[in-house]
């Protein structure tokens, strides 16, 4: 890791902008490689899942589902970074998961885009609503998760790609079949964004 990123790192863990928040400052060499093909942005870690053990995509549904999609799409969980809009763990009063608010996503974009910065990945994918807002945030671009999804984007000098986010609850909304197929044309972008590099 480049002292860039240690920096980085080391400010995240210093922060405690958002008060209503579980600190849990998931950034650091777990997320992945700095030169990874695919940077993933995520909501936030979930509660029984990057906030228990500290790894983006792990231990829960969503992290279950994320790396069974991830194969649909052909990718190696050593050649992606994962990350998200906001680097903690937002719980509601009875203590379960809650949707990020706009101000603490605004609070930690500028973590979000020194991410984006660091990591030179061809391949941005943004999973869900809240992270394709805040990049948009970060670089302006017309995507809408519902009329782009599994659509490659030119953006910042790079390919952005909307998918729905990796949890149960996102079936709702699209099926797990047509999720999948996402996934599988997320992997041919990722394909010929690398053979043209
Ligand atoms: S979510 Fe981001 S801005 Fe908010 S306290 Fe955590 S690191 Fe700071």
Not at 86 to 100: E, H, K, M, Q, V
Not at 118 to 127: F, G, Q, S
Request: glycine share 6%.
């Amino acid at each position: 890791m480049t002292a860039t990123f240690d920096d980085l790192c080391a400010r995240v863990q210093r922060c405690f902008a958002c008060s209503s928040m579980n600190h849990v400052h998931v950034l650091g060499d777990v997320n992945g490689r700095l030169d990874a093909d695919v940077l993933f942005v995520a909501e936030a870690p979930g509660r029984l899942g990057a906030a228990r053990t500290g790894i983006p995509m792990t231990s829960d549904v969503t992290g279950r589902r994320f790396h069974s999609f991830l194969a649909d799409a052909g990718l190696d969980r050593d050649r992606v970074f994962i990350t998200n809009a906001i680097l903690c763990n937002p719980l509601s009063a009875s203590g379960n998961n809650r949707r990020p608010r706009a101000s603490e996503v605004a609070a930690c974009r500028e973590f979000l885009a020194a991410q984006v910065n660091v990591v030179r990945a061809p391949v941005v994918v943004a999973l869900g609503g809240v992270a394709l807002e805040s990049l948009r945030r970060i670089e302006p671009h017309d995507a809408e998760l519902a009329s782009h999804v599994g659509r490659a984007i030119a953006w910042a000098g790079r390919t952005l790609v909307p998918l729905y986010h990796p949890s149960i609850q996102s079936t709702l909304t699209r099926p797990h079949d047509r999720q999948r197929r996402d996934w599988r044309r997320l992997g041919k972008h990722v394909r010929f964004a690398l053979s043209k590099n």
